[in-house]
């Protein structure tokens, strides 16, 4: 498959509301959409960068000139290429996992596109839908806001509760939260808001009965988590230190995690993610997949590879209305506490063009 042009919009869909995490306070999704055009079809693929270098490294304007500088030209000079070997041709630039996803992804749609495949069955899916958490943020009303929002997404069918936290903001709303709502899948994530320092403070959380608590360390101290997990009775899962196979293969030889989160931009795209699937299931550890505020492509991608045999808890593949009003494709709706994965070819679903237009603020094409 030769590609004929790559087309990268930069787009901002408000939220429906505010999104806020131990990282800060988001109101708008500022994201990359990427395009691949071959002689026989096309593909669509998502960056999920934050605005800011918060979450990690990486962030949108440094996403976009290192896909303008770096990325794009070495797929255009690529020649023939399939989804599976983008991984190689980037490999020689180092970091920058959510651009290469993006890119990747569009390959690889373009390419499913024209065999007439659909992701899910590329990636070796188990099941036609997929059963769905919900992220909740640190709300700005306290915890009766909290309290009101965890019964609006229970009523809507969620069938897990995911509440971020860091200090000062944990044990009173986890603790509000298991009493009004006590039989609930519960866990929290702390975007690793806190030290090895606090972690008497942390089992504390041991008392509520959550499934899991997510990166409550800095990345890198894989060495700190597994301390902390010898300290806790509940399981430590890892999500931003999870970047790719060989260091998921690391974290659970250290003991500093029993479950994974996957994220297709955080580990640089579908190929490695389906790595890190297939590393966890081996050793029978619990994955699931992780949000970043996807519109309906990269919900797509996400849904499709939620439905491998690996992922054995909910994911944050909430529904679309969870974050937009309106999407930039045709919207994934919950239906019984789970989305539907996509049949169609490819990532099967495509922008809706008046959308895509109207909150597209940077377009720029590349051409072989």
């Not at 960068?49 to 990325?71: I, K, N, Q, R, W």
């Not at 509000?176 to 519960?186: C, D, G, K, N």
């Not at 509520?208 to 800095?218: M, N």
Request: aromatic share 6%; proline share 6%; net charge negative.
């Amino acid at each position: 498959m030769q590609i004929e042009r790559i087309e990268t919009r930069r787009v901002e869909l408000p939220l429906v509301r505010p999104f806020v995490t131990s990282f800060g306070r988001q109101t708008t999704r500022d994201g990359i959409l990427v395009r691949v055009v071959t002689a026989e079809s096309d593909g669509w693929g998502e960056c999920v960068t934050p605005a800011a270098p918060v979450f990690s490294a990486e962030y949108t304007d440094g996403a976009l000139h290192v896909m303008e500088h770096h990325l794009i030209p070495r797929l255009l000079s690529a020649g023939d290429l399939t989804g599976a070997g983008v991984r190689e041709v980037f490999r020689p630039i180092v970091g920058h996992p959510f651009a290469k996803a993006a890119l990747e992804m569009a390959v690889l749609d373009a390419e499913l596109r024209s065999k007439e495949v659909s992701l899910a069955s590329h990636l070796g899916a188990v099941r036609d839908r997929v059963p769905c958490g919900v992220s909740v943020g640190i709300p700005d009303g306290g915890l009766d806001e909290l309290l009101a929002q965890v019964g609006g997404y229970l009523e809507d069918g969620y069938l897990r509760i995911k509440l971020k936290i860091q200090p000062g903001f944990d044990l009173e709303p986890v603790r509000a939260v298991r009493e009004a709502f006590p039989h609930i899948m519960l866990q929290v994530d702390a975007n690793a808001a806190y030290t090895l320092d606090d972690a008497e403070h942390l089992r504390l959380l041991d008392a509520f009965g959550l499934t899991l608590i997510e990166q409550p360390l800095p990345e890198d101290h894989l060495l700190a988590h597994a301390e902390l997990a010898s300290k806790l009775a509940t399981p430590i899962c890892l999500d931003e230190s999870i970047t790719s196979a060989v260091v998921a293969r690391d974290a659970l030889e250290l003991g500093a995690c029993s479950v994974v989160n996957i994220k297709i931009g955080r580990v640089g795209g579908l190929v490695e993610a389906k790595d890190i699937h297939d590393l966890c299931l081996d050793r029978g550890v619990p994955v699931w997949c992780g949000g970043m505020l996807e519109t309906g492509l990269g919900r797509a991608a996400n849904v499709a590879l939620a439905a491998l045999p690996g992922f054995t808890l909910p994911g944050d593949t909430s529904a679309s209305d969870r974050y937009f009003s309106r999407d930039v494709t045709s919207p994934f709706v919950l239906q019984d506490g789970h989305l539907d994965v996509p049949d169609g070819n490819g990532l099967g679903v495509h922008p809706e063009a008046d959308v895509l237009n109207r909150i597209t603020t940077e377009r720029a094409v590349y051409r072989r």
